[in-house]
């Protein structure tokens, strides 16, 4: 008689373990799917750094250059009045 109780017990827990198993296992295929997502848009974003390096540069030389050119302009018209 006590062993069929324990066999209950048993199986019941086993039961309950693999409920949470199957819940574990869903639960991980959903972050694999979550960090397949983040790393294809870290990708994309790292990609999208990489082309604007050579953007970022080029502006940062056409304001610098503007800004001289501005300071020269406003020299100039300065000393021109006397």
Known sequence: METTRIERE???QLAAMAVELTYVK???ARMDATN??????????LDQLAEARGGWKT???LGG???AIGSV???FVSNLKG
Do not use: D
């Open 59 to 61: 502006l940062m030389l």
């Open 36 to 45: 397949t997502s983040q790393s294809e848009k870290l990708e994309r974003v």
């Open 10 to 12: 048993n199986a019941i």
């Open 26 to 28: 869903v639960a991980l």
């Open 73 to 75: 302009i406003t020299w």
């Open 65 to 67: 250059a503007a800004g």
